[in-house]
């Protein structure tokens, strides 16, 4: 009997902490849209159901070709006075949301003092610069209590997540 409960227990652990870091995920990604104001705007109140059930269905069920996030922040690399931002969990491409100019992106040197900064999609990346910082180090995007206005995305709507190249 020992030897059962064994095997039971061993396959069974990793499954609940599989969901609960899934519940946790659901929580963090909830708890941001609320704050950010996103669960009670008409058409947006179903932003949170749509992007819990592509989860489910990518974590829960396995799906493979599922794209349940919107982009996730990788890596950077600074060119010049402009810094190039590459993204997982792009889908099918990046896009502005709303078809206007990327918004909610600032930039920083070396002194840590961010300015606003314009941005602009290249192919699967994002371009950021401020003619006034000549050396870019860092970069935000969204990162603020209420970030609206935020328009970065990926083709299938999901919203690209907060980030910062600064910690």
Do not use: C, H
Not at 152 to 160: H, I, M, R, V
């Amino acid at each position: 009997m020992p030897d059962l409960l064994l095997e039971f227990f061993s396959e069974e652990i990793p499954a609940r902490m599989q969901a609960r870091a899934a519940d946790d995920l659901k929580k963090l990604v909830t708890d941001k849209l609320v704050a950010a104001g996103l669960l009670y705007d008409g058409a947006k109140a179903f932003a949170t159901p749509r992007r819990l059930a592509l989860a489910a269905e990518k974590v829960a069920y396995g799906e493979k070709d599922i794209v349940y996030s919107g982009p996730l922040y990788d890596t950077s690399r600074i060119d010049g006075n402009k810094i190039i931002v590459s993204f997982t969990n792009i889908g099918g491409g990046l896009v502005s949301k709303d078809s206007e100019e990327l918004s909610q992106f600032s930039i920083a040197g070396a002194d840590k003092k961010f300015v606003w900064a314009k941005a602009k999609i290249d192919a699967d990346k994002v371009v950021v610069w401020n003619d006034a910082v000549q050396q870019p180090m860092y970069v935000r995007y969204a990162w603020a209590d209420n970030p609206y206005g935020a328009n970065l995305a990926n083709k299938e709507g999901l919203p690209a997540s907060p980030f910062r190249t600064d910690q």
